[in-house]
């Protein structure tokens, strides 16, 4: 997959995104008509009430869902066109998604969970992918826990090797879907601080919280409410 680029100067470009659900026997109208453009090296927070829409609109941004109507442009690609073999395979190599919950398996150690991506991507040779780890967890402040289980780390930990995790591919997009929400807020002020290291070395990041004090660590900060955007603003 070729390196992305910008399209019209944008990494991420939603265009009159609408994601309704049909799953009840009403229809719910999560987004209604999302324009949103996010530059390459940008650290974009979301905020927002429960219900205003903020993991559906980064789940449109990952690919995790699609949209009911609309487009998401993310580095060049279409990505509401992808098949779900197309998709996949762009999730892997062009977006790192880090949860609340962290989603580490438990079998697997710190470095071997971090492993996972490369295998599946297969983006670098099997011998590098160990070493690879090893740095990115180096990175994070986890090397000397490369070895343990999940069980073995704390919560501040288990976000760390997430982080970790998040970056095996070197995707050019990072988003995080409220990745402090477990944690206290001396740890989340480290996590917070780490993504404000990999913005000053090139990443975007796109960060759904509920904290209004982390928000505006970020450089934009984008208000959502009924699935609208109602408000944005430069911290």
């Given at each position: 997959m ?31 008509g999302i324009d949103?453009?996010?530059?390459g ?6 905020i ?8 559906t609109?980064i ?8 949209p009911?109507?609309g487009?998401v442009l993310?580095g060049g ?8 073999e ?7 190599q062009?977006v790192?998604?880090i949860?609340?919950?962290f ?11 971090v492993?996972l ?12 992918r ?6 990115l ?11 343990k289980?999940p069980?073995?780390l704390s919560?501040g930990q288990?976000q ?24 206290d807020?001396r ?8 993504f ?26 984008v208000?959502?409410?009924d699935?609208?955007?109602i ?5």
């Open positions: 070729p390196t992305p680029t910008r399209v019209d100067g944008h990494l991420v470009d939603l265009r009159q995104v609408v994601k309704t659900y049909t799953d009840s026997a009403v229809p719910f109208i999560a987004l209604k949103l453009h996010i530059d090296g940008e650290f974009l927070s979301i927002g009430k429960s219900g205003s829409g903020k993991s609109l789940n449109m941004i990952t690919g995790i869902d699609r009911t109507s487009q993310v690609t279409a990505v509401h066109d992808l098949d779900e197309g998709l996949a395979l762009w999730r892997g062009a790192g998604v949860f609340q919950f989603q580490l398996l438990p079998t697997l150690t710190a470095v071997e969970n492993i991506p490369m295998d599946y991507s297969r983006l670098y040779a099997p011998r590098e160990p070493e690879r780890a090893l740095h967890l180096e990175q994070v402040g986890m090397i000397d826990e490369a070895h289980l069980a073995e919560g288990l760390s090797v997430a982080i970790a995790r998040a970056l095996a591919n070197d995707p050019p997009l990072l988003a995080a879907d409220e990745p402090t929400g477990n944690l807020t740890t989340a002020d480290r996590v917070l601080d780490l404000e290291a990999l913005v000053d070395e090139g990443k975007t990041i796109i960060m759904v919280t509920h904290d209004e004090d982390l928000a505006r660590r970020a450089l934009r900060t208000v959502l409410a699935g609208q955007i408000d944005q603003r430069i911290n």
